[in-house]
């Protein structure tokens, strides 16, 4: 627990080649079902206050209530992943938090002197920042958005891996604008 921003709910990892990653956490570590987005629509998005269309393939899975996040770039569009990447670094990137009181808790962070680097929109109401956070592989927080369609998804993603028997590792999507 934080006492600035609660609880962690996501360890992401960036990773070389995301399909493998996903056979590795479901086969190997027994974590899933994963529900795999090749192209995640994000809005808005900005990196160090330029706009930039990412091409992101992410998976989520949980353990118990920590979701995990498996991202592979699949462009060179300016983002923390790239330039993760590029530094030879793979593996745990970002820890996120979540909030349903976006606008309010980016305000207090902000006052905090936390400087956002990378932000965008997955859903209405699916916000996200990361901050420039970086002091070892690994530290960089997210602050995401759950109000909206994105926080019904992670909860049908934590509920799915509940009991989970090994079947059907890898899923899509849930459809936002459906939730």
Do not use: C
Request: charged share 25%.
């Amino acid at each position: 627990m934080s006492r600035f921003f609660g609880e962690i709910r996501q360890a992401g990892y960036v990773v070389d080649d995301i399909e493998a990653a996903m056979d590795y956490w479901s086969s190997t570590l027994g974590i899933g079902p994963w529900f795999y987005n090749e192209r995640v629509p994000i809005k808005n998005y900005t990196y160090r206050g330029e706009s930039y269309e990412p091409h992101n393939s992410v998976a989520l899975a949980n353990s118990g209530p920590l979701q995990m996040e498996l991202i592979q770039t699949r462009n060179d569009a300016p983002s923390m992943y790239r330039d993760f990447r590029r530094a030879g670094r793979t593996g745990l990137q970002h820890v996120a938090y979540w909030t349903q009181d976006y606008d309010a808790d980016l305000a207090r962070l902000t006052a905090q002197g936390f400087k956002a680097v990378m932000s965008g929109e997955v859903g209405e109401r699916g916000r996200f920042v990361y901050f420039d956070t970086e002091y070892h592989p690994g530290t960089v927080i997210e602050l995401s958005e759950v109000a909206g369609p994105k926080g019904k998804m992670f909860d049908l993603i934590r509920e799915a891996s509940i009991g989970w028997d090994g079947k059907d590792p890898v899923r899509p999507f849930p459809d936002l604008s459906r939730l």
